[in-house]
């Protein structure tokens, strides 16, 4: 009874520990997900770190107690912690994604003193990440708690906050829809034509086709261009439910969508020979799922489909944004939200182009009908 | 099978030089071998033997064969460039399924697009219409095998190519599936065989062991060779009856074929006088059931089936004598049909 038992656990455990899928879940993704959410978060409280950038043009005790309080409530806070940094006000660049840069006015202490109005100005690109949201938004109760602290019942210090981005902002409904849509063509387009053409491969039907009167470049072709034909289909679904069912503000005159479809069909080619050239050597169905999870679940979280770039340190965007990913959702956003063509966004373009043809090269390198 | 031989024409339909093919256990090999047109080639074998190996290799889909060979006077190279060659050809090959999701209605259209013909007759014979409705992926493994023979054969091709193609069906759509076969007069069909039925259609025959040829002939020629005219299945009270009477056997009556079936049955193989001494052999109150009659393929493919070296693979079965021993046997290298 035991012995069998025994077997049956020793069985069980190789049966786990020959399955590439359960091995991806269990051993790779918690990891993997983790060292996303410390990237993203931080380590020392739930919305990681802060860049916090003060000028101070007043330059009085009063200013100077304001920016105490700053220091005092980002370094006491567990939800976030902020990078508190000093700049002199005239050769201040412009505010970059993901900082909040409070300007102290000058006449801030006479203003209290004369119990008079003051303006704090609170800039920062209402695009950016939660977190550059949230610092922003922390100053309303610091300042609050300031002016009680300082000035009593009166409240002279006001805030005014100023919106940074260059573009057209999003919100946040926009930049999940957008995101959503080249997250679901990466599964239609890269995933499911990966899976499909191992599967295939696996079932021995590209060995059996290959006898047939047909070549394998027009059947393949047909796989590209079934799948292209559904990740239009999605798209637009997508986009209708998302405008009409959803309420989200998405400008959809006839042009946009046309530039969004020459885009989309740009974006989905790429998607798929990212497909083609993954599937190049697989020849088992469970090897497939776990590269398509790896690559997936990276593009979903590094290349600004679902958590935006800014939270990422400096050092890693330029990298992340040159994701084919990355590019396509920017040229995407820029599209349907703020209604540039296709045309302006030829960067985007050139470097979908240039992966669609690196993978193409990796296909034809590594590709094989069957694996005999 | 009465394939018409005497019509071929001058060209052989399959013409090898040289295969040369490396597994992990052997190499297999085959020079200098033709088939003429309109011939029926059975290649058998026991499991791994390399059967399925040469008809890949012939079809072009092994990257690692080493071949150089003709099929209806075409480079094998050919035929994997030129869709409109692979036209003339009808095959079946070994857990190759369809694509994914189709129903037979559309396994059926694909054929007819992509052939251009369809043979009507290939169609209801295999009981297609019967399946019209239902999903490939669902088809019992029979269902499937007609399908999959549809698609080899109903464009009549001259050349046909059939990886066991009776696995999974009964006697009636086996049956059924010879004549079709048979009435291809015109067509060349090399096969990997495992049944009677499949060895019955076949001119020649090729028995492969770890991809060698060792014999090659005709079906009946080779029977009568390999195992004589006659063959007597007896069957004993114990186990330790049968090994005396094996034993006894080896040393006295010298058949050219013995079996053993289960733990207390033999089939002795030989000339007449040979397997009518057998019983003598042994007891008369030992015997349990005792039957005479001619050797058939079955014991032909039986035969076949078990190779020499690796008899401790075959559970119940006695190791064989090593083929030289045998009487009335020799060696070939290549017979041509």
Same mark, same amino acid.
């Given at each position: 009874m035991l012995?069998g038992?025994?077997?049956?656990? +020793?069985?069980?455990l ?5 399955e590439?899928v359960?091995?991806?879940w ?6 993997f997900?983790?060292?996303i959410?410390l ?6 409280s739930?919305?990681?770190?802060? /860049? ?10 009063v200013?100077?107690?304001? #920016?105490?309080?700053?220091r005092d409530?980002?370094?006491s !806070?567990?939800?976030l ?12 660049e412009?505010?970059?994604?993901g900082?909040v840069?409070v ?16 303006a ?8 950016s990440g ?6 922003? /938004?922390?100053?309303?109760?610091l300042?609050? !708690?300031f ?10 210090a006001k805030l ?16 999940l829809?957008?995101?959503i849509? +080249? ?5 239609a387009?890269?995933?499911n ?6 599967s ?9 086709? !290959?006898?047939?009167?047909?070549? =394998?470049?027009?059947?393949l ?5 079934? /799948? ?5 289909v999605a798209?637009?679904v997508?986009?209708i439910?998302?405008r009409?069912?959803y309420n ?24 798929l020979c990212?497909? #083609?050239a993954?599937?190049?050597?697989? !020849?088992? +169905? ?8 790896v690559?997936?679940?990276t ?8 958590? =935006?770039l800014?939270?990422?340190p400096?050092?890693v ?15 995407? /956003? ?6 540039s ?8 373009l050139?470097s ?5 043809a ?6 034809r ?8 | 099978m009465?394939?018409?031989? @005497?019509e071929?024409?001058?060209?052989p339909a399959?013409?090898?030089d040289?295969l ?8 297999v ?25 040469i008809?890949?290799?012939l079809?072009?889909? %092994? ?5 150089k060979a ?10 994997r460039r030129?869709?409109?060659?692979r036209?003339r050809l009808g095959?079946l090959?070994?857990?190759?399924? *369809?694509?994914y999701g189709?129903?037979?209605h559309?396994?059926i259209?694909?054929h007819r697009?992509?052939?251009?013909r369809?043979?009507q007759?290939v ?7 019967d399946?019209?409705?239902?999903? &490939?992926?669902?088809?019992s493994?029979?269902?499937?095998q007609?399908? @999959? ?19 999974g069906?009964?006697? %009636? ?7 079709l ?9 090399? *096969?990997?065989?495992?049944s009677?039925l499949e060895?019955? *259609?076949a001119d ?10 060792r014999?090659?002939?005709n079906?009946d020629v080779l029977?009568r060779?390999?195992l004589?005219d ?5 069957s004993?009270? %114990?186990?330790?009856?049968? $090994? ?5 056997i ?10 053993? %079936?289960?733990?207390t ?11 009518r ?6 007891a ?8 005479y009659?001619r050797t058939?393929?079955a014991?032909?493919l &039986?035969r076949c ?8 693979a075959v559970?119940g079965i006695?190791p064989?004598?090593?083929?030289s021993?045998?009487? $009335?046997?020799?060696?070939?290298k290549? @017979?041509?049909?």
């Amino acid at each position: 009874m035991l012995n069998g038992f025994r077997i049956l656990c +020793v069985n069980e455990l190789l049966s786990i520990l020959r399955e590439k899928v359960a091995l991806f879940w269990i051993f790779f993704f918690p990891f993997f997900f983790l060292a996303i959410m410390l990237i993203s978060y931080g380590q020392e409280s739930v919305f990681g770190r802060q /860049r916090i950038e003060v000028v101070d043009n007043d330059r009085t005790p009063v200013s100077q107690k304001y #920016i105490d309080k700053v220091r005092d409530t980002f370094s006491s !806070s567990s939800v976030l912690k902020g990078d508190i940094v000093l700049l002199d006000g005239a050769g201040a660049e412009p505010v970059r994604d993901g900082v909040v840069r409070v300007t102290i006015p000058s006449g801030f202490a006479r203003a209290f003193a004369d119990s008079t109005s003051t303006a704090i100005k609170v800039a920062y690109s209402f695009a950016s990440g939660l977190s550059t949201g949230v610092a922003a /938004r922390v100053f309303t109760v610091l300042t609050t !708690s300031f002016n009680a602290e300082t000035a009593n019942a009166v409240l002279p210090a006001k805030l005014e906050f100023v919106n940074t981005t260059r573009t057209l902002a999003l919100d946040h409904l926009q930049y999940l829809l957008t995101g959503i849509l +080249v997250m679901g063509m990466m599964t239609a387009g890269m995933n499911n034509t990966c899976v499909g053409i191992v599967s295939q491969r696996e079932r021995n039907t590209f060995k059996l086709m !290959s006898c047939f009167p047909l070549t =394998p470049v027009a059947y393949l072709a047909s796989i590209v261009t079934a /799948r292209m034909i559904v990740l239009f289909v999605a798209a637009f679904v997508l986009l209708i439910v998302g405008r009409y069912a959803y309420n989200i503000a998405l400008p959809l005159s006839p042009l946009q969508l046309l530039n969004a479809a020459a885009l989309i069909l740009v974006g989905g080619v790429t998607l798929l020979c990212m497909g #083609i050239a993954m599937s190049g050597r697989i !020849s088992r +169905v469970a090897t497939a799922i776990v590269v398509c999870n790896v690559v997936y679940l990276t593009l979903l979280f590094a290349s600004d489909l679902t958590m =935006p770039l800014s939270s990422y340190p400096e050092s890693v965007k330029p990298f992340l944004m040159a994701l084919p990913t990355a590019q396509f959702v920017t040229a995407l /956003r820029a599209i349907l939200i703020q209604g540039s063509t296709v045309v302006s966004q030829w960067k985007s373009l050139v470097s979908l182009f240039a992966w669609s043809a690196v993978c193409l090269m990796v296909s034809r390198m590594t590709f094989r009908w069957h694996s005999a | 099978m009465s394939h018409h031989l @005497d019509e071929s024409p001058s060209e052989p339909a399959v013409e090898i030089d040289s295969l040369r093919l490396s597994t992990d256990r052997f190499t297999v090999r085959m020079n200098g071998w033709s088939v003429p047109r309109g011939a029926c080639v059975a290649f058998v074998g026991h499991n791994g033997s390399g059967k399925t190996s040469i008809l890949d290799s012939l079809l072009g889909l %092994r990257r690692d064969a080493e071949i150089k060979a003709r099929l209806l006077g075409q480079d094998v190279a050919a035929w994997r460039r030129r869709s409109d060659l692979r036209r003339r050809l009808g095959v079946l090959l070994q857990r190759a399924a *369809m694509p994914y999701g189709l129903y037979v209605h559309e396994v059926i259209a694909l054929h007819r697009n992509i052939y251009g013909r369809t043979s009507q007759r290939v169609l209801e014979n295999l009981g297609l219409p019967d399946l019209r409705r239902k999903s &490939y992926e669902h088809l019992s493994r029979g269902e499937r095998q007609r399908v @999959d023979l549809f698609f080899a054969l109903a464009h009549e091709p001259e050349l046909i190519v059939l990886d066991e193609p009776f696995t999974g069906l009964d006697q %009636r759509v086996a049956q059924v599936t010879a004549d079709l076969i048979e009435g291809l007069g015109n067509s060349t069909v090399l *096969m990997a065989c495992h049944s009677e039925l499949e060895l019955s *259609m076949a001119d020649t025959m090729v028995w492969l062991e770890y991809g060698t040829v060792r014999e090659c002939g005709n079906p009946d020629v080779l029977r009568r060779r390999l195992l004589g005219d006659f063959r007597l299945e007896i069957s004993l009270h %114990r186990e330790s009856q049968a $090994n005396a009477l094996a034993a006894a056997i080896g040393e006295l009556a010298k058949p050219q074929f013995v079996q053993r %079936r289960g733990n207390t049955d033999l089939v002795v193989a030989g000339e007449e006088a040979v397997v009518r001494a057998v019983p003598s052999l042994v007891a008369p109150a030992d015997i349990v059931a005792l039957q005479y009659g001619r050797t058939t393929l079955a014991d032909l493919l &039986y035969r076949c089936a078990h190779s020499e070296a690796l008899p401790e693979a075959v559970p119940g079965i006695a190791p064989l004598p090593p083929i030289s021993a045998l009487p $009335n046997m020799t060696r070939m290298k290549t @017979d041509h049909a």
